[in-house]
């Protein structure tokens, strides 16, 4: 019988589980993870309720027995806590993540009740695969499985650190190196001076958190740019975009502007053009060559990533409150330097278009710049055990692993037929693959390639490509 590890029990390698039971009942699955709960991840586990979804209630859809929406309209308790909903419309609605996270964690509960042992929970660390007559699975305290393919499901790395260069801070206790460590921001006195580096959706998340805790210090958001993210908008529509000739990221961004701009005159959101460019960025990005993305990444992606990555508009309000009230401050400037001393850390950066330079007082400093994504600059023991046996290989501007189709590229660069990957690990080949409509499109696919492998026991190639045309599908709104 085929048996499957998948390494990493949040969201991605959730979602594979519970379609690999529907698709292929006979199948061995053992799910590997090292946190505390299954289904949640970082994302939705360690969350507060004032943690929104920063995508409505319609779009986190995952094609289960029940629906989200009837999960949350199945329990008052569920209903009232979602304070996005109010006198609003469910489906469009920003509810708390933890929700969405108790939702999956119900059913991969309920599916693995029902599996009669075909679906096992092993708690633990992945820390090495080898590669044999079948794969070994090393964990951390010493136990091993063996089976015949792996997914790696391990989802974002930890942050890496926030500036170029290194500092004796980085080593203090009033460094938060990773916001969604359990418990990292316990440490914050509520008068205690916070700065947050970065200003993005972490930066969000840390100031919410940290004013549900009483904190009533300055808080103050420096990031090289100061601009916080933007803000979803519902209503209006936009058709699927006609796409010019030119391609070129420098193009395409000129093009995507000039819609909006037409779209606002219409009486239509911006946002709309947003969410209809997203079906296509995976398709767009493989077009590109290695130049053309390397300079998206350097000159474009600030953009991208402002008008992609947006926030729920009750987090906006509570933000501008916080704001208003001289709670929170966000600056734009560039760090120069990071220096203990005995009252906390002095940080001197120079303010975005000034040439004087300028300090802060923090008693704590949190690192918002958000996840890693290269490969080649991470601790975690399961991916350097992959490099060092040259199973995997980076990609050349350090966005994670080379897979194609899910399977992994390996050092000489032949798609893995045991080894496979999903979400943001994928990114190099995707680009657009971080979030909750495109990672159930690629665990889908992934699900019905093994659920065939399992029977047939060998691969049926796959054309290159398909999956970016297969998000494609997934229409404009998301
Ligand atoms: C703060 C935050 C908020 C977000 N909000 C949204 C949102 O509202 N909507 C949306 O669509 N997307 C959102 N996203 C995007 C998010 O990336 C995806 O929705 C999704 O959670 C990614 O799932 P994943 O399985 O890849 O990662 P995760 O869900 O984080 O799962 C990875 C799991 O692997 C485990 N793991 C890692 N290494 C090992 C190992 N060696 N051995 C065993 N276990 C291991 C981890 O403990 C973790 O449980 C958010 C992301 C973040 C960071």
């Not at 994504?373 to 080379?402: A, C, F, H, V, Y």
């Not at 409509?437 to 696919?445: K, L, N, T, W």
């Amino acid at each position: 019988m085929a048996s499957i590890a998948i390494l990493g029990g949040g969201f991605s390698g959730s979602l594979l589980a519970l379609k690999l039971r529907a698709a292929a009942p006979d199948l061995d699955i053992v799910l590997v993870e090292r946190g505390a709960e299954i289904g949640k991840g970082v994302a939705y586990g360690c969350c507060d309720s004032r943690h929104l979804l920063n995508v409505p209630v319609h779009r986190m859809e995952l094609g289960l027995d029940v629906s989200f929406i009837d999960w949350l309209r199945a329990d008052q308790a569920r209903l009232a806590s979602s304070p996005g909903q109010s006198g609003g419309v469910l489906e469009d609605a920003f509810v708390p993540r933890a929700l969405f996270g108790a939702y999956l964690h119900e059913k991969m509960n309920e599916a693995v009740s029902a599996s009669g042992g075909r679906l096992a929970i092993v708690r633990g660390e992945a820390v090495e695969v080898e590669a044999g007559r079948l794969v070994t699975v090393r964990l951390r305290d010493g136990r091993t499985l063996q089976v015949d393919r792996v997914v790696l499901a391990l989802g974002h790395l930890p942050p890496r650190l926030p500036t170029s260069f290194e500092s004796p801070v980085y080593a203090s206790p009033r460094y938060v190196a990773d916001p969604w460590e359990k418990g990292a921001l316990n440490g914050i006195g509520p008068d205690e001076p916070v700065v947050m580096i970065g200003s993005g959706l972490t930066m969000v998340d840390v100031a919410l958190h940290l004013a549900r805790q009483g904190h009533k210090g300055s808080l103050t958001a420096l990031s090289r740019r100061g601009h916080l993210p933007q803000v979803h908008r519902g209503g209006g529509a936009w058709p699927a975009l006609v796409l010019p000739a030119d391609r070129s990221p420098r193009n395409l961004i000129s093009f995507l502007r000039a819609e909006a701009a037409r779209a606002e005159a219409a009486g239509v959101p911006w946002q709309r053009v947003a969410d209809a460019a997203r079906p296509v960025a995976a398709s767009l990005w493989q077009g590109w060559t290695a130049i053309e993305r390397a300079l998206f990444l350097r000159h474009l992606r600030p953009w991208w990533d402002l008008h992609r990555h947006r926030m729920a508009p009750e987090a906006a309000e509570a933000l501008a409150a916080m704001e208003s009230s001289g709670h929170l401050r966000v600056l734009g400037g560039r760090i120069e330097a990071l220096e203990a001393g005995p009252a906390g850390i002095e940080l001197r950066y120079r303010p975005r278009g000034q040439k004087a330079p300028a300090s802060l007082q923090a008693a704590h400093i949190v690192n918002c710049t958000g996840p890693n994504m290269s490969i080649g600059r991470t601790g975690e023991p399961i991916i350097l055990s992959l490099i060092r046996q040259n199973l995997l290989k980076e990609d050349p501007l350090g966005l994670g692993l080379e897979t194609d189709d899910c399977a992994v590229i390996d050092g000489y660069g032949w798609p893995s037929k045991w080894l496979f990957a999903l979400g943001p690990l994928t990114r190099p080949s995707l680009w657009e693959v971080t979030a909750v409509p495109e990672i159930r499109v690629q665990v889908e696919r992934l699900a019905l390639r093994l659920a065939g492998t399992a029977q047939a026991a060998s691969l049926v190639p796959r054309p290159r490509h398909a999956l970016a045309s297969a998000f494609a599908d997934l229409g404009a709104g998301i």
